[in-house]
């Protein structure tokens, strides 16, 4: 499914964020998946050389890179929309299930990594 869409994993759950937030610094994007700075630049350069997403430095703090969605990484939206469902049905999830796995996945991540996600 995600091949259709010319990306892996880690780079369709950057997307996904990028998707809700439009714009959000590499700290946060670090925070809010669970990865390292030097896995995510990587999938970032990938990402930026496939037209979805623009990096900048912030004008305030030249430390900060700023991610933010292209017209072509929004487009991109439209064609995954069909992933979460697909992936339910594949796997034959009810909704509540869902939400769960997704409850029970955040409660280990919270627990290996001290942060909150409700």
Request: charged fraction near 30%.
């Amino acid at each position: 499914m995600l091949d259709q869409l010319d990306l892996t994993y880690t780079q369709y759950i950057v997307m996904m964020v990028l998707w809700e937030k439009k714009q959000v610094n590499e700290k946060l994007l670090c925070e809010t998946l669970f990865l390292k700075s030097n896995t995510l630049t990587p999938l970032l350069k990938k990402l930026a050389a496939k037209g979805y997403i623009d990096k900048t430095r912030d004008s305030r703090d030249e430390r900060n890179l700023i991610i933010s969605l292209t017209e072509a990484g929004e487009a991109l939206q439209d064609k995954a929309l069909c992933v979460p469902e697909t992936i339910a049905q594949e796997y034959h999830l009810a909704p509540e299930d869902a939400a769960a796995l997704y409850r029970i996945l955040y409660k280990m991540l919270e627990e290996e990594g001290g942060t909150s996600h409700e």
